[in-house]
C-alpha cells in the first residue's frame, strides 16, 4: 500500500471545494434558492424565463436557449425512479444502513438525486412513482428532500 492512503474512512470525509464545504447540503450562490425552498418545505427547481424550460438547481444559464435569465419555481415534488443503489456501508456512522439513494425524474423533466423512503429496499424499482417530502436522513443532520417510494 502507498503511504498516505492507509485512511480510516469509518467517520467520513469533509471535502471542500474552496470555501464550500462538499457533501449532503453543499451551498453555492446558485443554489441558495433551493435550500431557501428546502427550509419552507418546497422543492424549488429553475425555469428559464426565456423558452420556459425547467433545469437543475446548478445551472447558471439555459442549455436550451443559453439565457441567463432564470427564476425559481416550486416543483410539483411527483416523479419517476430513474435508477437507485441500495447502500450497506454508509459513509458515516449516523446514517442507518441499509438505505436507498436515487435519481428521480420529475414530472418537470428535471433529474435529483435523492434518498429513497416508505418501502423496504429491496422492494423499490426503476420506474416506481414518487413523492418528495422532507425529512433527516442522518442523526443530527439537517432536513432534506428525501422521495417516498409509491405515492401519487
Known amino acids: 500500500m502507498s503511504k498516505g492512503w492507509n485512511v480510516n474512512w469509518s467517520d467520513?470525509?469533509?471535502?471542500f471545494q474552496g470555501p464550500y464545504e462538499m457533501g449532503l447540503t453543499e451551498t453555492s450562490p446558485e443554489t441558495a434558492g433551493y435550500w431557501e425552498g428546502v427550509l419552507q418545505n418546497e422543492l424549488r427547481i429553475k425555469r428559464c424565463t426565456l423558452c420556459g424550460d425547467y433545469?437543475?438547481?446548478?445551472?447558471?444559464?439555459?442549455?436550451r436557449c443559453l439565457d441567463d435569465k432564470?427564476?425559481?419555481?416550486?416543483?410539483?415534488?411527483?416523479?419517476?425512479?430513474?435508477?437507485?443503489?441500495?447502500?450497506?456501508?454508509?459513509?458515516d456512522k449516523s446514517m442507518k444502513t441499509p438505505y436507498s439513494n436515487g435519481i428521480v425524474q420529475l414530472e418537470e423533466g428535471v433529474?435529483?438525486?435523492?434518498?429513497?423512503?416508505?418501502?423496504?429496499?429491496?422492494?423499490?424499482?426503476?420506474?416506481?412513482?414518487?413523492?418528495?417530502?422532507?425529512?433527516?436522513?442522518?442523526?443530527?443532520?439537517?432536513?432534506?428532500p428525501v422521495f417516498r417510494v409509491g405515492s401519487h
Open 12 to 15: 467520513g470525509l469533509k471535502f
Open 55 to 63: 433545469l437543475y438547481p446548478r445551472r447558471m444559464f439555459c442549455p
Open 70 to 91: 432564470l427564476e425559481w419555481v416550486r416543483a410539483s415534488g411527483q416523479g419517476t425512479i430513474y435508477t437507485f443503489s441500495t447502500v450497506y456501508r454508509a459513509p
Open 111 to 144: 433529474y435529483l438525486f435523492g434518498r429513497l423512503v416508505g418501502k423496504p429496499d429491496e422492494e423499490i424499482a426503476i420506474d416506481d412513482p414518487v413523492e418528495v417530502e422532507f425529512g433527516v436522513v442522518s442523526e443530527g443532520g439537517p432536513q432534506l
